[in-house]
């Protein structure tokens, strides 16, 4: 039964650790940028948006196009780096428990 205990133990601190990993995943903030950095964002990790700045060299009569592809690739760059982000948090609180069944998956 000693294995049993100290693997409900892990299991305890797993959990503790994730919940703390998921409060600062929740309070991360990333920035991406597109364009040469004309078009910045910054995504939460909550997986909203922050903040959106667009240089106004972009902002002319015909540009709206521009702007448009330039903010989604800001977003998409700033949501891959998110999920990388909330990846290693997850690797690292899981620890040797990730992939278990009931455990996250990696």
């Known amino acids: 039964m000693k294995d049993l205990g100290s693997l409900l133990k892990q299991a305890q601190a797993m959990q503790q ?3 703390e990993a998921q409060a ?11 364009g040469g950095g004309l078009v910045k964002l910054t995504l939460r990790g909550t997986g ?3 903040s959106l700045n667009i240089d106004e060299s972009l902002i002319k009569p015909g540009e709206s196009e521009i702007i448009a ?3 989604i690739a800001a ?9 990388e982000a909330q990846a290693g948090m ?17």
């Open 17 to 19: 650790k994730l919940q």
């Open 24 to 34: 600062k995943l929740q309070a991360q903030e990333i920035e991406a940028a597109a």
């Open 48 to 50: 909203d948006i922050a």
């Open 69 to 71: 592809d330039l903010v």
């Open 75 to 83: 977003f998409a760059d700033a949501k891959r780096k998110l999920d």
């Open 90 to 106: 997850v690797r690292n609180a899981a620890g040797p428990l990730a992939g278990l069944p009931g455990m996250p998956k990696i």
